[in-house]
């Protein structure tokens, strides 16, 4: 069952990198669909909904977890590693996306089938990833995976994972 468990997200994006328009409604509307819709139930004790904070440091996505009751302040530390190859090959499928947009057809379909298979792919690992520490199902996992690309694209100029 989803419910309203996020009550805000923060993300802390790198200042030398300014998103793109499409990246920036991705971005965007995964955070208001997270705030609108979703299972996040971290395993300490606390009161739903949630605020996160969610940023890229030493390779490794820092998510900072308060409750709505200031009861509740936890850090939650998810290596990138696993995700390399993952993330490496949603890039291209979303590169190859934008540059067949005006081929439209079969061609076009079959890219977006290939680019949502590795979205899938990524949001299993990161639900499976973060099991230890919080309770989240597959379409926040998804919602939460198209952020850590986001956060993503300002490490690709610094260290690479």
Same mark, same amino acid.
């Given at each position: 069952m989803t419910t309203q468990s996020i009550a805000n997200i923060t993300l802390t994006e790198p200042a030398r990198i300014k998103p793109s328009a499409d990246i920036a409604i991705e971005r965007d509307a995964a955070i208001h669909q997270l705030i609108e819709a979703s299972v996040f139930n971290p395993k300490v004790a606390g009161h739903a909904p949630y605020s996160l904070s969610l940023k890229i440091e030493?390779?490794? !996505? !820092?998510?900072?977890?308060s409750d709505s009751q200031d009861d509740m302040h936890t850090h939650i530390f998810l290596s990138l590693r696993p995700f390399r190859s993952i993330i490496r090959d949603y890039f291209l499928m979303v590169e190859s996306y934008n540059n067949a947009r005006h081929l439209g057809g079969a061609k076009l379909e079959a890219i977006d089938m290939g680019r949502r298979g590795i979205h899938n792919e990524g949001a299993e690992l990161l639900k499976d990833l973060l099991s230890n520490d919080v309770d989240i199902d597959f379409e926040t996992a998804r919602r939460f995976f198209t952020l850590v690309c986001v956060l993503h694209i300002g490490q690709v100029r610094g260290p690479r994972i």
């Amino acid at each position: 069952m989803t419910t309203q468990s996020i009550a805000n997200i923060t993300l802390t994006e790198p200042a030398r990198i300014k998103p793109s328009a499409d990246i920036a409604i991705e971005r965007d509307a995964a955070i208001h669909q997270l705030i609108e819709a979703s299972v996040f139930n971290p395993k300490v004790a606390g009161h739903a909904p949630y605020s996160l904070s969610l940023k890229i440091e030493n390779h490794r !996505l !820092l998510i900072d977890v308060s409750d709505s009751q200031d009861d509740m302040h936890t850090h939650i530390f998810l290596s990138l590693r696993p995700f390399r190859s993952i993330i490496r090959d949603y890039f291209l499928m979303v590169e190859s996306y934008n540059n067949a947009r005006h081929l439209g057809g079969a061609k076009l379909e079959a890219i977006d089938m290939g680019r949502r298979g590795i979205h899938n792919e990524g949001a299993e690992l990161l639900k499976d990833l973060l099991s230890n520490d919080v309770d989240i199902d597959f379409e926040t996992a998804r919602r939460f995976f198209t952020l850590v690309c986001v956060l993503h694209i300002g490490q690709v100029r610094g260290p690479r994972i």
